[in-house]
């Protein structure tokens, strides 16, 4: 599986990591057969609601915002998607399968959390003196804003996904798949 591979990987380069990184990949290798273990449930999931075709590499990155707060629309502007080419690296049979929605929400999550430990590690290497304490307070607010946005987000997909629930399992069958798609990003 591709949770199998990556922990390989990262076992294999481990020694390669820097302090920070090495700590979170050890806590990770330690939880590798718990891991594998949810991997394995999550295989037995049936991929229940409809399948269609979706962007496949939907994170901040591919979108734009149109407009703004009080301009002649009045409404606040919108959001264009961009590149509905999918994730480069998979082949073009893959990316031209259709597929759960879920799979482009669990893209944009995890592009929430990677936004805010970018710009987190980004400010912390040109701010070097940062004192333990404040990388802590620091990792708390990058860690609000992500789970914010994350929750913001999923409001708002859960209020436009109502009007077509044919498109979702049952909510707790939808809840473990966003967890395994989630879950495959991170490790992807």
Known sequence: TSIRSALESLKSKFSTLDESSADGAAL???KRRELLEQSRHLSTLSAAGQRIRIHGDYH???TLRTGAEGESTGSGGDFVLLDFEGEPARPLSQRRR???PLKDVA???RSFSYVAFAGLKAFQTINS???QTDTVNLNQWARTWQDSASAAFLQAYR???AKHPEL???PSETQSLLDAYVLEKAFY
Do not use: D, F, R, Y
């Open 28 to 30: 990770l290798l330690a």
């Open 60 to 62: 901040l990155g591919q």
């Open 98 to 100: 259709k597929q759960s």
């Open 107 to 109: 893209g944009m999550l």
């Open 129 to 131: 003196g940062i004192s």
């Open 159 to 161: 209020e436009t996904i």
């Open 168 to 170: 979702l399992p049952n």
